[in-house]
């Protein structure tokens, strides 16, 4: 590391202070970086350019009929949909995408065409001559492809007098590759290193520190050689929650599911992961819609939960609710509740079972007849309706309705160091492990690997498909017990 490296002195203090979850930001902001400079200007210019094209068109003799007479009410028009165009094609993006000339003129020959088959399919009502069509198409082009020729010119000359800040970018890579991902990022426009570090800064210990030393540094961007990331993906979701825009170099890559864009670094091809316009806006999302789902799911099946209390208490002695010791979240404990399907003795007794589990590594404990479950315990379990308690620990924010389960803590002092990636998200009542097997899945490294492709892959949309998905795995039985 450089002289800006971190140190291990101060860690465990900074890690105290660290979101509550891999996937919230600290505060609700707005991205880092001059990219709304970017669009502002290039949309003005686009939109100037535009406008005067088609008022140009209006202007020529050979364009007269009693539409171009009112210019007002069409041209606006034309120009926001051919700007909507070039946005949808990316042309507003940072890097090369704002000059890619050859994009330019492929959308607003699209969009003319467009143009054409509109005033096809509602003529006379809009009308416009073929003269106009092919002035206002060549006009478009050379006015947009100028225009940016003469806002990129003007930028760099700023860039160069120091009047216009660069985004400040810091790189992550082993030794080996430092030198070359760093002449990489030089060969771009616009970026100043400010700081870098070795693969190490992205360590379970190190990484908070990490992150705080690039907030501190004022980074927007961050490239991240591959070799330093390929078993950390995850935290992808940590820079994006900070606002800071991710580039990976370079592409030997296994698949990736998420949303990435390539994007050419210095010629190299990389993935870069954009942040979001406000940080953590999904996350949020998600933390109300758990809320708001348990709290009306509560008051509707409350009766439900009576009746299920009514069954426990005939059936066997003993407490109608059991609370076990979870590992959460940032390996935090706490108490999650489940309706008691087993004897009140189950967990002197599991000591005694520990011959019998059926998973492989021993991580897990399972034993398909558990010989410590009651008759009433079973029909709960195969079912799921003994976890419908954990809805409380949603609504304490304890757990999410979707997420890597909590286990216990006599599984988790078997865990070896990447396991503890599930410890960095909230805990969910159900999740991709319970959509893929549940309890059939007896190898502990098929588990952890479901929860790396949920956290890697993670969306609004990815947790409504996984809730979905548990409704029909409950009623279909699938790998309970």
Request: with cysteine; proline share 4%.
């Amino acid at each position: 590391m450089n002289s800006q490296s971190i140190t291990t002195s101060n860690t465990s203090d900074k890690l105290s202070k660290a979101p509550l979850d891999l996937r919230a930001p600290s505060a609700v902001k707005v991205r880092r970086g001059l990219w709304w400079l970017r669009m502002v200007t290039l949309t003005t210019v686009d939109w100037m350019v535009l406008y005067l094209a088609w008022v140009l068109v209006q202007d020529n003799p050979l364009s007269v009929n009693s539409l171009w007479d009112n210019p007002d009410l069409y041209i606006p028009g034309l120009v926001m949909l051919q700007i909507a165009s070039l946005i949808l094609q990316g042309t507003y993006k940072s890097g090369a995408s704002r000059c890619d000339y050859g994009r330019i003129i492929k959308t607003l020959t699209f969009t003319q065409v467009l143009i054409l088959v509109f005033c096809f399919l509602y003529q006379p009502i809009v009308a416009i001559p073929r003269t106009g069509f092919i002035l206002s198409w060549l006009l478009s082009i050379s006015f947009v492809c100028g225009g940016r020729f003469f806002v990129d010119l003007n930028l760099e000359y700023l860039r160069r007098r120091k009047i216009l800040g660069r985004n400040f970018s810091f790189v992550i890579a082993d030794p080996e590759n430092h030198d070359a991902v760093i002449n990489l990022v030089k060969k771009e426009k616009g970026y100043v290193i400010s700081g870098s570090a070795e693969a190490k800064a992205l360590d379970r210990d190190y990484r908070q520190a990490t992150l705080e030393q690039m907030q501190q540094l004022g980074i927007t961007e961050i490239f991240i050689d591959w070799e330093a990331i390929k078993n950390r993906m995850f935290l992808c979701w940590l820079f994006q929650a900070s606002g800071i825009t991710v580039h990976i170099l370079p592409m030997d890559l296994k698949p990736i599911y998420r949303n990435v864009e390539m994007k050419k670094i210095g010629g190299m091809t990389s993935l870069t992961f954009r942040a979001p316009v406000i940080t953590g806006k999904d996350f949020w999302i998600k933390r109300s819609f758990d809320f708001c789902f348990t709290a009306l799911f509560l008051v509707f099946t409350f009766p439900v939960y009576l009746a299920i209390a009514a069954a426990i208490k005939l059936d066997s002695p003993g407490p109608v609710f059991y609370r076990q010791t979870r590992v959460g979240l940032s390996r935090s404990t706490f108490q999650v509740w489940k309706f008691r399907t087993m004897r009140t003795n189950a967990d002197k007794l599991q000591k005694e079972l520990e011959a019998l589990n059926e998973t492989k590594d021993g991580v897990l404990f399972k034993i398909k007849d558990d010989p410590r479950v009651t008759r009433v315990g079973k029909f709960l379990r195969r079912y799921s309706l003994d976890e419908l308690p954990q809805l409380f620990n949603v609504l304490l924010g304890e757990m999410s309705l979707v997420g890597p389960r909590p286990l216990p803590t006599r599984d988790v002092d078997h865990f070896s160091e990447r396991h503890f990636i599930r410890q960095k998200v909230l805990p969910g009542v159900t999740g991709l492990w319970q959509v893929s097997g549940r309890s059939d899945i007896l190898d502990f490294e098929q588990v952890i690997n479901l929860d790396l492709n949920y956290i890697e892959n993670w969306s609004i949309k990815l947790d409504f498909e996984i809730l979905v998905r548990t409704v029909g795995v409950v009623f279909n039985k699938k790998g309970a017990y």
